[in-house]
């Protein structure tokens, strides 16, 4: 079976897409620059930021859509960089602004649009959560752990653990402090801890056998060996010395010239 | 009461037959007496009065010959307890358990009426005897919300006996799913929950979709401030929506569905699920229903009353067990809704209507409404309004026919200003469109929407700013804060909104407010907020002035933004009698005593009214 293609118009270009593609990714092809915050390709599109808004275009006037989640059909005619679509983002750059004033990933993508200040008030000036989601997605979606969650509605939404106590369950695999884009997740790793500062959250290193260093979690170590069906060799190794470990080993291999060992 | 009927029915014949026994079984009662048991008149201890009634009926030994019914809501909520006595249609309201012995000694032993238990027209004080005669009633065509009077909603008997299920019997008695979405569709009907999507088109579409299995959704979720006809056509006429469902189960394809109701309307819920039990055992939920090939069953799924889970993709995420926030569209649930499969969501109103129409068929249907918006409409009509309650009326009637001939107009001889509808992702609709035909579009038009029916009325005390920041203190409440324009988008407006208010507007406001309202409407990723600032944008569009002497002249024209208020006292009207002096908390008010006129001290007062609200003569002012 051939897969569907369907024609589209981008900013007046033509361009061919497969079914099942969203505007993003097509847009991201073609070279387009559009801004995007709640975005991640390891994750289901989940449309919250909206500065990825673009303008559909048809009989019925014009629409602003979410390109990382708008799938694409046969005929769209889409506007990625009209004075409409630039509003639109601006108005979502100038609130985002409002929420994080210090935040620098929003200053710099607001002055991107123009916007260099903001005319709402801001209620805490070191706020730099924007509820983007992406932690507690990579956390449930792609970990299966949902350590975090969201609590509260509408301005009083959070992101946290249930009722911000220690997770009983977060492996402290700092996959929420990796997606997040506005650097809001803080972790620290002092002495055999690792402290989830914003999720409340305190986890045991687990300490290589050979070289002693600390560098993930015992939970995360479990996490991983849970899933795989068998022992892997050397998994309570750094990589540092499991490659030398691995070095060693080679070195003990008889070479092809002479059968005898390197000293 | 009608005797449980214990068997199953397998057949239309049989069911045609039960109703005929039914019906038979009916005549024993030569009066019926329907006492209203919704939840306004509860409030009004109703409850009591039905007991009452059981009683006394058997006292005077005629609990054979009298049926007392108690009913679901019968609309007039503000004259409750209310009943109607049939053959004769008799309508008492105010009912007190007093007047109980009295109604069954004379009326139901007697024909004679009890004269001040009628309705009294307010100008001639004239009594009127008929419920059809009251104009509250005269007024409206109550093809849905009707039913209400005539059945007792926790009895399948007396909903089969009044002509229910014999739509699913006609629809499972040869006509295909297609035919069925063709009537549907040549009905006009459109959804009554706020978007106005044609029901035909929607079922058509969902049937469309490949799939092995489809649900069936009834939106019950009802969360705008004033708005309760969906709980009360839950509470009073819960088989009405189960035949709905079921015929729309039928045409699309499903073989399950799910009630969402919010567990703050425990009446609704309850009987529902008496409905569901009933018709399970009666084999109308079940496998093979009326002996075809057709199963369905249903489930209620309670929500926890957030208002945002009205809106479809919330209320799918709800029901799975997540977190009540929307997802944007498309996919629409239509191709991918519950648990992924095909769903078909339509609200309890529209369900209610299904039945009617495949019952007296699409081309009565379309001959009531106008060219776009057919059938009727079922308002919440509150406020400042004298005839507080429900009503149904036919769509393209004026809502000057809504608010003076069934609402009674405006209670103390006040002026009327405007109208909101469509809660709050809907608008205000002044005085000058008061002769605007109600329908879909003409709603749309003037920046209203028709929403599920909220209507709640305004007098010239009501301050349109004050409405605009109430309704956006509402949604800033109820918005999911999942998306940016909404969450943020309209704190900022209601913190604009409270600004001018406070008397702290400043020029570029106004601009601000078009600005945010015009980025949160294009913005936004649900219906919730995509309306969201609509009480804004068309109290702006039809009170800018109103708004603009807030901002220019500190001063709030209705009297009800504190800050912006001055109290003073008309001297020529202040007989000195000194009661506003008593009752000022801060000591502001002088004089008030030995024929000295009160004055009131501006640096003291706190705008608190307390002199206005006690004085007796109007000799205090508010401007």
Redesign the interface.
Known sequence: MTEETFHITIDGEAAETRKGETLLEVCRRMGKDIPTLCHHAAMEPYAACRVCLVAVVDARGTAMVPSCQYPVSEGLVVETDSADVKEARQVVLELLLARCPRSDVIRELAAKYGVTETPYVSDDPDQTCILCGLCVRACEEVLGIAAIGFSDRGIERKVGTPFEEASEVCIGCGACVTVCPTGHILTVDEDITRKMETWNTELELAACEDCGRRILTVKQLDHVRGKLAEQLPMDRLCPACRRSRTAERMSRIPTVAGDKSPT | MIAPVATKVTSAAELAELRETLVAAGKQYVKTLAVCGGTGCQAYGCQQVIEAFAAELKKQGLDDTVRLRPTGCHGFCERGPLAVIQPAGIFYQQIQLEDVPEVVAKTLAGDEVVERLLYKLPDTKETIEKEHDVPFYAHQQRLVFGANGMIDPTSIEEYIAYGGYAALAKVLSGMSPEAVIAEVLASGIRGRGGGGFPTGKKWEICRGVPGDRKYIVCNADEGDPGAYMDRSILEGNPHSVLEGMLIGAYAVGSDEGYIYVRTEYPLAVKNILVAIDQAREIGFLGENILGGAFSFDVHVSRGAG?FVCGEETALIASIEGR?G?P??K??YPAEKGLWGKPTNINNVETWANIPLILSRGSKWFSGIGTENSKGTKVFSLVGKINNTGLVEVPMGITLREIVYDIGGGIPDGRKFKAVQTGGPSGGVIPEELLDLPIDFDALTAAGAMMGSGGMIVMDDRTCMVDVARYFMNFL??????????C??????ML?ILTRICDGKGEG?DLD?LQ??A???K????CGLGNTAPNPVLSTLKYFRDEYETHVKDKRCPAGVCTALITLEVVEDKCKACGRCVKVCPTDAISGGKKKVPARIDQEKCIHCRACFETCPFDAITIT
């Open positions: 957030a977190l926030t997802s944007a498309p996919p800033r409440e109820e918005s999911c804060g999942k998306c940016t324009p969450r943020e988008g309209i704190k900022n913190e570029e601000r600005k945010l015009a980025g949160i294009a913005g936004a990723l």
